[in-house]
């Protein structure tokens, strides 16, 4: 259901700082920890010994200690050592490419011999000083791709979160739906209206007025395996909209990392990046509450949303205008996984001798 060669966001430096960290991702159990020199590394979440999590251990010397009987794992996946026993002879569990970049751990769960870090996607604004960032985590008890979904369709908004970003313009602007590559781009703008609260809020910190008409913009950006980028922001008025200049507007990036965890949770890293002053902690840790209490909004709604669709399996969903955003999405991850799943019956189909 979920592509397996691709970079997922597993996790942020801060949870391994310490401890390992146990997460599943695409169905598949993971310890995430800092090996030696600080390095990271990621191996299956299972102690060969007596099938311990091994996230239940600690680290000692970039070594992950088993927290059962004190069995060492080495970063290779390969026992170590134990206390008074012989195991070097124990086979090696799985190892996971990981990758710590743009202030994530990503992870790798599917086949490691196409695991390129050049494919890890890119976030310009990750390195540069004229950005802030921050942002969150929410576990989600629903399929993914109903979070893209939600992501792709920013109509809900209007319902969801009327007393933060939402406004009735959003259901009156239609949206407009582009497919270029593997990428779907949903766009909306709204012209010469008023700022909802969150708004308001961002061009007061930008200095600017919040009792003036604003154009406003929403652009959502979605790339497989599951990551959607919204471009939004304000402008004042007749000063070019998306393109007014920086002393004219208050604008971000929405970062949604969507990490399959089952067929029917989810990692939820949410976040916004920004380019007005960046040097603000304070307004950066006023945003992060903003934006978190409005994700939180989303939570209920997908989670009994959820539950809806497996009590109701067979029930066929209305597929209107609004939901172009969405639908496309879908159509790129069926590309996307019928290639993966073809690769591998391909693999499979080759004698072993071939194969050797």
């Known amino acids: 259901m979920f592509p397996k060669n691709a970079w997922y966001v597993a996790c942020t430096p801060d949870e391994i700082e310490h401890k390992p960290l146990g997460r599943k991702i695409c169905g598949e159990p993971v310890v995430f920890y800092r090996g030696p020199e600080g390095a990271i590394a990621a191996l299956e979440d299972f102690c060969p010994h007596r099938g311990a999590p091994l996230s239940l251990g600690r680290v000692i010397d970039g070594k992950l200690v088993c927290g059962y009987h004190g069995l060492e794992m080495g970063c290779d996946g390969k026992t170590i050592a134990m206390p008074g026993q012989r195991v070097r002879g124990f086979p090696p569990i799985r190892r996971y490419p990981a990758v710590e970049r743009h202030g994530f751990v990503w992870v790798w769960p599917g086949d490691p011999a196409q695991a390129d870090p050049a494919k890890i996607h890119a976030l310009h604004w990750a390195q540069d000083p004229a950005w802030a960032y921050g942002g969150g985590l929410y576990h989600i008890a629903c399929d993914y791709r109903l979070m893209i979904d939600n992501l792709m369709d920013l109509t809900h908004e209007t319902y969801v979160h009327a007393d933060s970003i939402g406004q009735k313009e959003i259901d009156e602007a239609a949206p407009t739906t582009r497919v ?177």
């Open 180 to 356: 270029e590559g593997d990428e779907v781009i949903t766009s909306r703008f709204m012209d010469n209206i008023s700022a909802p609260p969150f708004w308001k809020m961002a061009l007061r910190s930008n200095h600017l007025p919040d009792d003036q008409p604003v154009d406003r913009w929403q652009i959502c950006h979605f790339t497989p395996p599951s990551h959607v980028m919204i471009e939004v922001g304000v402008a004042l008025a007749g000063k070019g909209g998306y393109h007014a200049a920086a002393e004219h507007k208050a604008s971000s990036i929405v970062v949604d990392f969507i990490t399959p965890e089952t067929e029917t949770s989810i990692w939820y890293f949410w976040g916004m990046a920004r380019n007005f002053k960046p040097d603000d902690p304070a307004l950066t840790a006023a945003i992060r509450e903003g934006q978190g209490k409005i994700f939180s909004e989303d939570l209920e709604m997908l989670e009994r949303q959820q539950r809806n669709l497996l009590q109701w399996p067979g029930r066929n969903l209305l597929k209107l205008n609004i939901d172009a955003g969405g639908v496309q999405s879908r159509r790129v991850l069926e590309r996307v996984l019928a290639a993966e799943q073809g690769a591998a019956a391909g693999g499979r189909d080759v004698a072993p001798e071939a194969a050797a």
